[in-house]
DNA sequence: ATAAAAATTCAACAGAAGTTGAAAAAATGC
DNA sequence: GCATTTTTTCAACTTCTGTTGAATTTTTAT
């Protein structure tokens, strides 16, 4: 048989991409389960509801997300610590998108999830919050030990912006490809994976160094 | 009187809220027009349909906001071209940022719509572009002129970051309120604002300026 | 082989969705 | 005051929504 997963994971695969590109109002459940080819009744069994199906697309790789990049962490603080700043942010940034640029495309399709998730003002935080939030505050803490004269209240700000344009580069929404006349493409991850680090850590280093003054 | 608003107005004004805090799809035109107290079939009146209302909301701010941001811009330049990068990001960041902080309420809910349509992967890009790509282009040359060895890819992936962290702050999650343990307030646009300028100033001297070592 | 459990299908409901045509009311111009 | 246009209401119609109970098939364990 050509398609060999089970039909529980069919759903799981569609509804993935579906709530991704168009959120999880945008699509109905009938939509997902026709184009799994699957009876709709089967959500219910399977994930008790339309809700459950959601948490459960978002709860399934959370854990592997977390542990990963827990473990990149490690690393860098095994070698060095207080680390320097472009490390920590680079270990916790690459998992992700080395996951995008060379996995299986259902990746892709989590991390757009995400970035619907994030910026959802009615339970995004809290949501987030729940699947990520004990691992942020590991690297804080360190970025904390690498930026020692940091107000905590900057560094929570600057993961904030960080985690904004993550999400939005996830979010793939293409538009930087026609601002750009061409010359960047949204789906080039390996363009933002070199930017974006460098980018984060000089913000952080603005804020949190000494010398600087915002205030 | 306290209420002298149109219906048509009545309309606008509570599908601004309701569509920046549950989105297009999260509302349905009942609830827009019963919380108004107008027949839902004004909606069709005024606007043609459930699409033409939010791109009317949409549009309607895009204008003003257009001109101040461009007046700004005018003003940094007059002063002193090429200006500093810190000026030129302000002067894009602080007309959203004051009107947030002080002006009516309604402004909030705009900027929370923004922060739906930037990062709806189906029609945010087309969406945005049309609305804001010709102001962007105009800070971006402004930048390159700050930033003469910048390369020109560089400073749309600086955007792109720019953008998706003051989305995300418009977005308005309370995510960093929990997260910060209280330390952190996501509707504190003050904090935004001192610390977003000089963050983002600094993600673009990193990248622009390759005679920069940060180590 | 058979009984128990798990997975899947079927048919339907009760409500909500966006949209719409026609009638009524209000505002406008002369 | 009357005719015209604009605005608003009313009632409905399809289509689709998530959900569900019961029947059926498939798998598993004995």
Redesign the interface.
């Known amino acids: 048989m050509g398609e060999s997963l089970s039909k529980k994971d069919r759903i799981l695969e569609v509804a993935e991409r579906q709530f991704?590109?168009?959120?999880?109002?945008?699509v109905s459940l009938r939509e997902i389960t026709n184009e799994a080819g699957v009876d709709v009744a089967l959500v219910k069994y399977h994930f008790g509801s339309k809700q459950g199906l959601f948490d459960e697309l978002l709860h399934r790789r959370a854990e592997a997300i977390n542990r990963e990049r827990s473990e990149a962490l490690d690393a860098v603080l095994a070698r060095q610590d207080p680390a320097?700043v472009?490390e920590i942010v680079d270990a916790f940034t690459h998992t992700l998108l080395n996951k995008v640029v060379s996995e299986d495309p259902s990746w892709r399709s989590y991390f757009?999830l995400l970035?619907?998730v994030?910026?959802?003002?009615?339970w995004?935080?809290?949501t987030?919050?729940k699947n990520f939030?004990p691992l942020?505050?590991r690297f804080i803490e360190a970025l904390s030990r690498a930026l020692p004269e940091a107000k905590?209240?900057?560094l929570?700000?600057?993961?904030?912006?960080?985690?904004?344009?993550?999400?939005?580069?996830f979010?793939?929404?293409?538009?930087?490809?026609?601002?750009?006349g061409g010359?960047?493409s949204?789906a080039d991850f390996e363009?933002?994976h070199k930017?974006?680090v460098?980018?984060?850590?000089?913000?952080?280093?603005?804020?949190c160094q000494p010398g600087?003054s915002?205030?």
């Open positions: 991704a590109k168009r959120g999880f109002d945008g320097p472009e757009g970035a619907q994030n910026n959802n003002p009615e995004g935080g809290k987030m919050s939030d942020v505050r905590e209240a900057d929570y700000w600057c993961y904030h912006f960080w985690s904004g344009a993550l999400t939005l580069t979010a793939d929404t293409r538009r930087i490809d026609g601002l750009s010359l960047c949204s363009a933002v930017r974006l460098p980018f984060i850590s000089a913000g952080f280093r603005a804020l600087e915002h205030d």
